[in-house]
């Protein structure tokens, strides 16, 4: 098998003419953190859509640990083991923390039995263990409409990770964080990257100082160069499409 798990060759997506991705070329290792950056409309999003099936391309090949993935719909590659976290976080409000938990450890389990209390005690050991690690345990019972954003988010990535997926892919966890808040998303996407691929879409810099091994920076729907933070931030291409743009982006 191939050492990378996701293989993108040649891709281009269209809308009605309007190519939101050319050409674009990306891999990402078994193991990996990687932070994908790009001005507005850039084709982050896009890029996600497609690797999670939700978007079909125009052309290029999408390959996840060696194997064509564009034949599948969106369920089918989520089963495969792509996991997707949206920008807002889509927690059930009126359910605590580790009932959401419980709810996306057991997928394929009745949804009452979990609020019933009866999930298994193996289920409740992974359960304790994924609060620990998003650090919700002192709020793990009260309702989640009471947790910060920051919380929350937080909590949905944990939901995600609840499923074990072999890929995690995170778009702009920490828009609208505190700068607090921020540093611990940072902070559990590190612990989570010792034993999950990961690639996270983000806009913020001050994050992606924190968290970044390799970034790569799409502009224009294609890859503008892929470094680290320090080669990315004195490229003089990167600086005048992006970081030179910064504040205006916000
Ligand atoms: P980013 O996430 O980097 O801000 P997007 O992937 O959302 O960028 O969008 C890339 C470009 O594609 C933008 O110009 C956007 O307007 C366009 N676009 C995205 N989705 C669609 C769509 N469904 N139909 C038409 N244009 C789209
Ligand atoms: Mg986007």
Redesign the pocket.
């Known amino acids: 098998m191939s050492d990378k798990i996701l293989e993108i060759e040649h891709l281009t997506v269209s809308?009605?003419g309007?190519k939101?991705?050319t050409d674009l070329n990306f891999s990402l290792d078994f193991g990996e953190l990687r932070v994908v950056i790009?001005?507005?409309?850039?084709?982050?999003?896009?890029?996600m859509?497609v690797i999670t099936g939700k978007?079909k391309p125009t052309e290029g090949k999408v390959y996840f640990k060696g194997k064509d993935i564009l034949p599948y719909r969106e369920h089918e590659i989520a089963q495969m083991g792509i996991g997707r976290k949206f920008q807002t976080p889509r927690v059930y409000l009126k359910l605590t923390p580790r009932e959401n938990l419980e709810l996306s450890c057991v997928r394929h389990k009745n949804v009452w039995s979990v609020l019933r209390g009866k999930a298994s005690s193996e289920e409740r050991h992974t359960v304790n263990d994924l609060l620990e690690t998003i650090g919700l345990t002192s709020r793990a019972d009260i309702p989640a409409e009471l947790l910060s954003h920051g919380e929350k988010q937080r909590l949905e990535i944990g939901m995600l990770v609840a499923q074990s997926p072999d890929l995690l892919l995170i778009d702009e966890p920490v828009a609208g964080l505190t700068d607090e808040e921020t540093e611990a998303v940072g902070h559990l996407l590190m612990q989570l990257a010792e034993t999950h691929s990961i690639m996270v879409?983000e806009h913020d810099m001050e994050f992606v100082r924190q968290i970044a091994r390799k970034v790569t920076v799409?502009h224009q729907?294609t890859v503008l160069c892929e470094g680290s933070m320090d080669e990315i931030q004195n490229d003089p291409r990167v600086i005048e499409v992006y970081l030179g743009k910064e504040d205006e982006d916000h």
Do not use: C
């Open positions: 809308f009605d309007f939101a991705i790009g001005p507005n409309g850039a084709g982050k999003t896009t890029f859509d978007t879409i799409l729907g």
